[in-house]
């Protein structure tokens, strides 16, 4: 299937490593020019040679901290200088703290909403003008599992990404005239460091090994397994190409039958 994707730039955030390098990889497959983000210089580079060897795309690295404003707004400068306007923003963040409603100070929620929602708030707000101007583009916002089955130990993460389904949705009504597209991932689990992570703290609370904890947690996914990033990545690339163009306003969720609700 010719997605029909060559040649147009995505910039995909918080990239240099799992679920973003997952979706930076099938987007540059797919003959796209591709800027990715993320704080540490040294693993961006590594990231970025690795995509440029294996696609044969032009990719771009720029170092940008999610929850600087000012970080963002010269990341789509950037990309546009370099490659061009953005014509699809794969919306990917850094991960929030961890922790119950007990555990987090005042300053965790207003990190966390930097991080979470307004990061998206300024990203959009940057390469929106630009997608009107050619009449076309994509937004896709990727949030999490919490959006729709909340984490006792993940109050930040189910409670601020919330607002960025508000966003997507209000934005594929404003927006749709202009030839854009808004819609919204829902991911499940993922294998990455930040699951990792997850699965460390989860076996330090219950005593199991951290590999007891992995198998354990894969056994409550009806497929049995964690999602590989390029999973995602199929799914970002299919919502973004012309075959999706009736997409708009959607969540769509990847989780392997994770999540118990039907909506
Ligand atoms: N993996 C899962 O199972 C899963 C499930 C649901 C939701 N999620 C969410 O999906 C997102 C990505 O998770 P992941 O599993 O891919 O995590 P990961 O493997 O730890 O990768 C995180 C990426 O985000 C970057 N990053 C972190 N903080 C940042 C910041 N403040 N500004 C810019 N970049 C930042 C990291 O690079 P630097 O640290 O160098 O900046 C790295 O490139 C997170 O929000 C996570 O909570 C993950």
Sequence with gaps: MDLGLKGRVALVTAASKGIGLGVAR?????????????????????????????????VLAVQ?????????????????????????????????????FADLSYQDWEEATRLLLLSAVTLTGAVVPGMRSRRWGRLVYITSFTLKQPVANLVLSNTVRLGVAGLSKSLSRELAPDGITSNVIVQG??????MLHIVEERAARSGATVEETYKEMAKTIPLGRYAEPEELGSLVAFIASEKGSYLNGGVFTIDGGYVSSVF
């Design 26 to 58: 099938v987007l540059a497959a797919e003959g796209m020019k591709v800027a990715i983000s993320s704080r540490t210089s040294s693993d961006l580079e590594k990231a970025r040679v690795m995509l440029e060897e294996e696609s044969g795309s032009e």
């Design 189 to 194: 689990f993922v294998r990455s460091d930040r």
């Design 64 to 100: 940008a901290d999610m929850t600087r404003r000012d970080d963002l707004e010269r990341l789509v400068k950037r990309t546009a200088d370099a490659l061009g306007g953005v014509d699809v923003l794969a919306y990917n963040s850094g991960p929030p703290k961890t922790g119950t």
